[in-house]
């Protein structure tokens, strides 16, 4: 059935809702697992999307979220604000504060926010900001506002996540390597994973966080990444084998700074979308031990968002 969208608001024309009643994964998750990396839109009628998005969802509560946590067996959850909401962040703590502790959030701020406003959200459990270089989700920032906030954030100990495309990391490489907070890098910088993963594209993401002890990565987004497939969904237990080799090449090098999210609802997604629990079981691929998991999913997550 699709998936509404409340308010004053008509979906965005082939938009992909997020899958009903997903599998039980086979792979079962350490206790204390964070599933860092996920959305709340709206609901419209109670948080407006805003006015210079580039696409409008169907709705994904804060309700539905928790309960596919509980479904999926993460304890925890890491809740990015997503851009449909541009910097209003207030769908983000309202799922924070009902949260009782089970997540932390990431939030988007303009230049304009003030102390007041970070300390609030800081009470509410943010913990990060994101800025976003992909150009097809939101319009240019000037790199010295980010920087400007950047400063400002980092005094209340939180931390910048970085969204952007491969192919443009050499442009970007000096304003993220001068950031004065740990960075953490979204979706390990969306490779080509068409390309070979010795090749330069990725190995220039490796020596980025080689060079910088700062720099984290998020292992997420196989579903975004992978070109062969297979998909998560019908019970396929080996799903996006392309993407494979890439996680599990920044898991094993990088073991204390990684991080792994179901990026629930998934937007923006063109060509199907994934069972969030088969995206569980694609876990053990790419972090195939038991030592490494727990750093995955536990350790990481919790050292970064609740020490």
């Not at 999307?49 to 994904?60: G, L, M, S």
């Amino acid at each position: 059935m699709d998936k509404p969208t409340t308010g004053d608001f008509t979906k965005t024309p082939g938009w992909l809702d997020w899958y009903t009643g997903p599998s039980q994964p086979r792979f079962q998750l350490p206790a204390g697992a964070v599933d860092a990396h996920c959305h709340v839109f709206g609901p419209g009628a109670e948080f407006p999307y805003a006015p210079e998005r580039k696409y409008t969802p169907c709705d994904a509560s804060k309700a539905q979220l928790f309960a596919l946590r509980d479904h999926l067996g993460f304890e925890k959850n890491v809740i990015v604000q997503a851009t449909c909401h541009g910097a209003d962040n207030r769908a983000l703590v309202d799922a924070l504060i009902a949260s009782q502790g089970r997540a932390r959030g990431v939030a988007t701020v303009k230049r304009s926010v003030t102390d007041q406003e970070l300390q609030a959200m800081h009470n509410a459990g943010v913990r990060g900001v994101r800025f976003n270089f992909v150009k097809r989700l939101v319009d240019f920032t000037p790199k010295d506002e980010l920087m400007e906030i950047a400063g400002r954030i980092a005094k209340l100990g939180w931390h910048v996540v970085i969204y952007f495309e491969a192919v443009d990391l050499p442009e970007l490489w000096d304003f993220f390597t001068a950031l004065p907070t740990t960075v953490v890098v979204d979706h390990m910088g969306r490779p080509d994973v068409s390309l070979p993963v010795d090749g330069p594209q990725f190995e220039l993401f490796r020596k980025f966080m080689r060079l910088h002890p700062n720099v984290w990565s998020k292992v997420s987004c196989p579903e975004r990444l992978s070109v062969s497939g297979p998909k998560a969904l019908h019970g396929e237990q080996n799903a996006y084998r392309d993407v494979v080799p890439f996680a599990r090449a920044i898991v094993e090098e990088f073991p204390d700074r990684v991080l792994w999210g179901t990026d629930w609802p998934h937007p923006n997604l063109k060509d199907h979308m994934p069972d969030d629990g088969l995206l569980v079981d694609f876990i053990p691929h790419i972090a195939p031990t038991a030592e490494l998991q727990h750093k995955l999913l536990v350790d990481n997550p919790n050292r970064l968002y609740w020490s």
